[in-house]
Nanobody, 126 residues
């Protein structure tokens, strides 16, 4: 059984920064692509960023490109999301997730992920 536990959320003013972390259980973390998604009240869960199993490839949604950076440490089984220049529209619950297959295709589709964390709240005040 895989467990994903997010941390690092909180309240920050617009223009500020936060770093989210996700710790994964299990010994096969390094073989899976990982992603971050977010869900704002009344909205569907949306893709934010993804990183390949060997950290060689990343993808970002247009809304966060240039502001957020995804990274991973396979030795520690963690994936992180550095969020800079935060905006009020970034307010949401952020989830980390594990992609179910080794294919990079579909890494921005939530249906392609089989394990999810419980989420961490990020609130950006204006």
């Amino acid at each position: 059984q895989v467990q994903l536990v997010e941390s690092g959320g909180g309240l920050v003013q617009a223009g500020g920064s936060l770093r989210l972390s996700c710790a994964a259980s299990g010994r096969t973390f390094s073989t899976y692509h990982m992603g971050w998604f977010r869900q704002a009240p009344g909205k569907e869960r949306e893709f934010v960023a993804a990183i390949s199993s060997n950290a060689g490839t990343t993808r970002y949604s247009d809304s966060v490109k240039g502001r957020f950076i995804i990274s991973r440490d396979n030795a520690k089984s963690t994936v992180s999301l550095q969020m800079n220049n935060l905006k009020p529209e970034d307010t949401a619950v952020y989830y980390c997730a594990r992609k179910s297959s080794s294919m990079w295709f579909g890494v921005d589709l939530r249906g392609q992920f089989d394990y999810w964390g419980q989420g961490t709240q990020v609130t950006v005040s204006s």
